[in-house]
């Protein structure tokens, strides 16, 4: 992959009931190369529309891809992938890194009301399937829309220097979590 080549990477970290997100655009060289910040309620339904509105107030035609950490950040705010890649216009790819038997327990257990429940459900239902991706020493857990199986392997082990991240995902996750230490 060419150097010059941009990600925007989003993660999350929350205290409370809200959810600090931010979007890091980092070169493959590793360059970050801008920033982008926004909230989105813990448990509940905004996240992919939060992510759609942070790419759009980003304003950036040179982001190739969009990474984002994990498919249910802010507490099961289940993110729709297919919506992200719609709307954005940007191939999109969700990195885990731990491998699991996925979140429909979790989610079931972690709301009362059926609506509720189901609503998630269908969401996270239909998002692809995870698969594994080696890096380095390591496994993360991948699912894309908008690019084929092996251009998202390239895309995620191009962006991944070293320790098993993407540097879009790392880089925005040290950003998360230093807006919620400054509160």
């Not at 080696?134 to 829309?145: A, E």
Request: proline share 5%; charged share 25%; glycine share 8%.
């Amino acid at each position: 992959m060419k150097p010059g080549v941009r990600a925007l990477g989003v993660a999350e970290s929350y205290r409370e009931s809200t959810s600090h997100l931010a979007g890091a655009v980092v070169r493959a060289s590793r360059v970050v190369d801008g920033f982008v910040f926004d909230t989105c309620t813990v448990g509940g339904s905004d996240a992919t529309a939060t992510v759609c509105e942070m790419v759009e107030r980003l304003g950036r035609a040179d982001v190739r891809y969009l990474l984002i950490a994990g498919i249910a950040p802010a507490w099961f705010n289940v993110l729709d992938l297919r919506q992200l890649h719609d709307r954005t216009g940007l191939p999109t790819v969700s990195v885990t890194f731990e491998d699991s038997p996925g979140l429909e327990s979790a989610i079931r257990e972690a709301f009362d009301d059926p609506e509720t429940v189901q609503h998630r459900l269908s969401t996270y239902r239909a998002q692809p399937d995870r698969r594994p991706v080696t890096v380095d020493d390591g496994t993360v857990y991948v699912r894309n829309v908008g690019l084929a199986d092996q251009e998202a392997t390239d895309v995620v082990r191009a962006f991944t220097p070293e320790g098993g991240r993407p540097e879009p995902l790392r880089v925005a996750r040290l950003a998360a979590r230093g807006l919620v230490d400054a509160e």
